[in-house]
């Protein structure tokens, strides 16, 4: 069977009306229309694909759907301004639909690019044209071809040689109706140079499906570092689907964490390439699927040079007969020797019919290299409820307490303290803790 | 005993020289004798499964379950993952002869390749079971020791036959459990293995019944227990409890390119059942097994599985625990070498409420060998209580040695418990160099770690295999020091 079929809306003419609507350079013009010769040329995938074996493909179908336009009202969304409010950002941008309807920056460091990519192609297109789809394009996947023909807006950072952003920089994408939704993020990292982004996708409910096709591309250059959060809390009306990769030259270091708690369903793929020898890469997975949710996540340690360290840790809590899947993999090339290699998932079950699948694999084709990897799923341990209880707790306040606990092993390797003390009030207003509510 | 092997149906293949593209044959320089008795066409046809049955003189009904196999293989078609099995052309190879009557007639002791004769003496093999092990000896002198067993068996309503013989006298018990835990639908080498096979074991231990001593194919070994398309069919009735054997740790030399058996378990109330078994093929063996395991209540299930031969090995020993208090348990080992690649692993699937199981694997690539741990872990809902745990562990010898890891956990079960670990690493440097502080050889001080590595699955064989195992260790770690 077949979940998935062709969409009209996604053609040449799409193609080029981006390309003249925005009077594209020849060279994107040009990527673009090889972009879009793959998507045809690329079969949707079934599940008999091995990769989307456990993915729910009907939930991550776009057919039917138009190209999403400009949002009904180019407001930003309250629960946006509250969460800028909270944060101590020196810059921010907001997309909405296709349009930008914020950008606020105050950016002491000298140098720093951080804007959208429209404006980007306008004002630095040498740098654009340097990295746009290194890391991400139509190659990879039907998904990220269909996001490097079509996209019309995203964010662009770049942060020069040796400059240090001392406060995070953060995106928000959201949008107020349905369609196919493409957002892309680049992020190139210049040697020794040091940057914290966060990308948040957020919204409001609206009564048409959203179907949201994310990329995200990063660039870390020899001694860069990139802490990197995305941190997705889309509305039910949503399906999400987002390739984040990087690569990594000597040297540098990735700390990312990857955050699903809202969406009808959300497909992340964390990926890592350790390009330059003694780079580091640590991913970090933290989900929460309920009423009925599906949370597909795969991850990828991909070890192509010498003396590379990374490590993933995932871990989440399904409760209603919701599914969590995740897949992982390490691969180690085979002159990639004296690698370390960890790669961890842990999931919590909250109810009879919720449902977890974990697979996490190695292929490791260099001897002299340290790789583990661990698996669990299990209930909240009686003895621990058990514990609590017997100082006082009522039931239900043990297993908030424990499953709040559980999660916070992700969020306390997660240097960013506002962030995870929303990514806690929200977790906590999904358990229904009394007097919590996911403020905003 | 002769009345076992007079009814000879399948040996060794004695043309695989022949064949086309098989350079480990060319490499044996096996001379034929091309006086079989019977040899079925090239290939996989509806007219070679026909001639088969027809062969065997078998009842309709085997005919009917060979051809509907046969359809069910044609539809299915290959696996498209895991191992690279593209040289392995279906045409170049007869799925059927049945030797002349007289055995040992595959070849001559004097054209076994040196490597091989030499193998068999450095690990003490008895120059018999020598012969017998690479096909070409008669049945050897251990048949004294079987009838002394085999009467005690009997005495006990033990039924271990070869599987064509038990079809034979023991029709209704046969068909009552044959096919019913693999079925051909199952997986395509299962589908091909139900159209073609022949011979395999057949065994039943009756209620209640206590086997002290293992059951061990190798007392029936002859050309036929070797065969290319063996089919098992073990049943231990409720609280019964034995240990079977197949295979041993010597090279089990073949001039076949293909080897696709299928065992079939069934664990009966209270039953504990153990099959063991360590393949060491060839070469030029490419080896795809089908093994699994019914589990009924409060019964337990134990595998050992040992992967040292072949060139391509995929076998997943599996367990289904489908009665409440059901326990199943898989000690794996593999050994890759140059251009093997071991893809083994295990398979369990719960089903019924308080079942447990536990996965060890232990797997050692050395020199371009591969090896892979392909598993599943499943709860069902309902399956309440279930407990799993996996283990995998890799040891990596050389530079160029390859491992992986695949596991699938598959979880639909609040109160289940499921763990998996795996660890890669390869020979400490720092555990040689004390070893050889203390007057150790390099070889043999690495030697010594990859035993320390398997010990937790080598102390639960039989010791005579585990003093084999050692040997065969030492074996190849010998020159493993450039």
Known sequence: MAALTDNPAVSADAVESIVSAYREPAWLADERRAALRAYSDQPFPTEKTEEWRYTQLKRFSFSGLELAKAPKDESVPERIRMRIADSDAEGVIVHKGNKVVMHQATIKEAGVVFTDLRTALRDHEALVRAHLYDVVNARQTKYTALNSALWENGTFVYVPRDVEVELPLGAFTTADSGGIGLGRTLIVVEVNARLTFIDEYTSEPFAERLFFDAATEIVLKDGAKLRYVSLQNWSRNVAHINKLRAHLGRDARLESVTVSLGADAARAEVESRLEGPGSESEMLGLYFADEGQHFNQFTLQHHATPRGFSDVLFKGAVRDASQAVYSGMIIVDPHAQKTDAYQTNRNLLLDEVAEVVSIPQLEIAANDVKCSHGSTTGPVPEDQRFYLMSRGLRPEVAEHVLVTGFLYEVMSRVTLPKVAEYVERVVQAKLGVPGVKEKL | ?482
């Not at chain 2, 049945?139 to 070869?162: C, N, P, R, T």
């Not at chain 2, 395991?293 to 040992?306: F, I, Q």
């Not at chain 2, 308080?354 to 090896?371: A, C, F, L, P």
């Not at chain 2, 203390?438 to 010990?455: C, Y």
């Open chain 2, 1 to 482: 005993m002769s009345d076992l092997h007079t009814d000879t149906t399948q040996a060794v293949h004695p043309d695989a020289a022949k064949l086309e593209g098989m350079e480990h044959a060319k490499q044996y320089e096996f001379k034929l004798a091309e006086d079989y008795f019977f040899k079925s066409d090239r290939g996989l046809t509806k007219r070679v499964v026909e001639q088969i049955s027809y062969m065997k003189n078998e009842p309709e009904w085997m005919l009917k379950f060979r051809l509907r196999a046969f359809e069910i293989a044609e539809k299915k078609g290959r696996p498209k993952w895991g191992p690279d099995l593209s040289d392995l052309n279906f045409d170049d190879i007869f799925f059927y002869v049945r030797p002349n009557e007289k055995q040992g007639t595959a070849g001559s002791w004097d054209d076994i390749p040196e490597d091989v004769r030499k193998t068999y003496q450095r690990l003490g093999v008895p120059a018999a079971e020598q012969r017998a092990l690479a096909g070409v000896g008669a049945q050897y002198e251990s048949e004294m020791v079987y009838h002394k067993l085999k009467a005690e068996w009997e005495k006990l309503g033990v039924i271990f036959l070869d599987t064509d013989t038990g079809l034979k006298e023991h029709p209704e018990l046969f068909k009552e459990h044959f096919a019913t835990v693999i079925p051909p639908e199952d997986n395509y080498f299962a589908a091909v293995n139900s159209a073609v096979w022949s011979g395999g074991s057949f065994v039943y231990v009756p209620e209640g019944v206590h086997v002290e001593v293992p059951l061990q194919a190798y007392f029936l070994l002859n050309a036929e227990n070797i065969g290319q398309f063996e089919r098992t069919l073990i049943i231990g009735a409720p609280g019964s409890k034995f240990h079977y054997i197949e295979g041993c740790t010597a090279p089990a030399y073949t001039s076949n390119s293909f080897h696709s058996g299928v065992i079939e378990i069934v664990c009966q109330e209270n039953s504990h059942v153990r099959y063991s078994t360590i393949q060491n093929w060839s070469h030029n063996v490419y080896n795809l097994v089908t093994q699994r395991a019914m589990v009924h209540e409060h019964a337990s299930m134990g595998w050992l599985d040992g992967n040292l031969g072949s060139k391509v090995t995929m076998k997943y020993p599996s367990t289904y625990l489908v009665g409440e208090g059901a326990h199943g348990e898989v000690l794996s080992i593999a050994f890759a070498t140059d251009g093997q690649h071991q893809d083994a692993g295990a398979k369990v699937i719960h089903v019924a409420p308080n079942t447990t199981s536990s996965v060890v694997s232990k797997s050692i690539s050395k020199g371009t060998g591969r090896s892979s741990y392909r598993g599943l872990v499943q709860v069902h809902e309902g399956a309440t209580n279930a407990r799993s745990n996996v283990e995998c562990d890799a040891l990596l010898l050389d530079e160029n040695a390859r491992t992986d890891t695949f596991p699938y956990i598959e979880i639909n079960e609040k109160t289940a418990h499921v763990g998996h670990e795996a660890t890669v690493s390869k020979l400490d440097d720092e555990q040689i160099f004390y070893l050889m502080t203390r007057g150790l050889a390099e070889d043999a001080a690495m030697a010594l770690i990859v035993r320390g590595f398997l010990d937790p699955v080598a102390k639960e064989l039989p010791l005579e295999y585990a003093v084999e195992l050692n040997r065969l260790i030492e074996l190849e770690m010998e020159g493993s020091v450039g």
